[in-house]
């Protein structure tokens, strides 16, 4: 290498320390993981923030973040597993108790007594028997019919579906496109849409009929709630 350097050194061409400027400096301070001060300007790695999402505990009904992709999770409060899949409920299932964070689907074909469900959306075209408690929206389609309870933050009536709950629903607002009959409970309101049709006592603070709609039942205060 030297005797490369003398030749183009004698040939006219001006040539350069090999060293790399600042090296020397480099290994003096002694770090290998300091960088080379002169060294041209890398990228730095910025930290990737993982998308997280907020849930509620189906244990301990408190909330907390998890990795927005998570396959499973544990909570950070009672530290208990989390599923997060995706259900199917089966008819004829002997699995009653479906906990999961992810969505649960109850499709026409079930026919159950003592389901009990917690879920995000939970899709429901079934007879069903028991507590359905869905932390995000509750869609009733087909001729779903639910005596017990349940519970869900928004409701959606399917246009077409022609649905019974004997015994009510507690929800912040609901969308009537098709006919829903039972006690409806809205903390927030009720929309009912053109071809949508209420067929029992609805309890909101703000009720919104379009044409076409109808509402068939008392209407009631909040105050007097379930
Ligand atoms: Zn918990």
Do not use: W
Not at 129 to 134: E, S
Not at 209 to 223: L, N, Q, S, V
């Amino acid at each position: 290498m030297i005797e490369a350097r003398m030749a183009s050194a004698d040939s006219g061409f001006i040539t350069r320390p090999l060293e790399a400027p600042g090296f020397s400096g480099y290994l003096a301070q002694g770090g290998h993981k300091r960088r080379d001060p002169l060294a041209p300007p890398v990228e730095r790695e910025s930290r990737v923030a993982v998308p997280m999402r907020e849930i509620v505990c189906y244990e301990c009904g408190k909330t907390c973040s998890i990795p927005a992709a998570a396959l499973s999770a544990s909570c950070s409060h009672c530290s208990a597993h989390l599923n997060t899949d995706n259900i199917t409920v089966k008819p004829g299932t002997r699995h009653l108790r479906v906990r999961t964070l992810g969505d649960v689907r109850i499709p026409s074909s079930v026919e159950l007594s003592g389901l009990d469900v917690i879920c995000h959306h939970l899709h429901m075209a079934g007879r069903v028997n028991g507590t359905l408690r869905a932390t995000g929206n509750v869609t009733l389609a087909g001729h779903a019919t639910v005596s017990g309870k349940l519970v869900a933050d928004e409701l959606i009536v399917q246009r077409g579906a022609k649905v019974e709950m004997q015994s009510g629903i507690s929800v912040e607002h609901a969308d009537v496109h098709g006919a829903f009959s039972g006690r409806l409970y809205a903390r927030d309101s009720v929309h009912i849409y053109p071809g949508g049709k209420l067929n029992g006592p609805c309890c909101t603070p703000y009720l919104q009929i379009d044409p076409g709609g109808r509402h068939i039942g008392a209407r009631e205060t909040p105050d007097s709630s379930l």
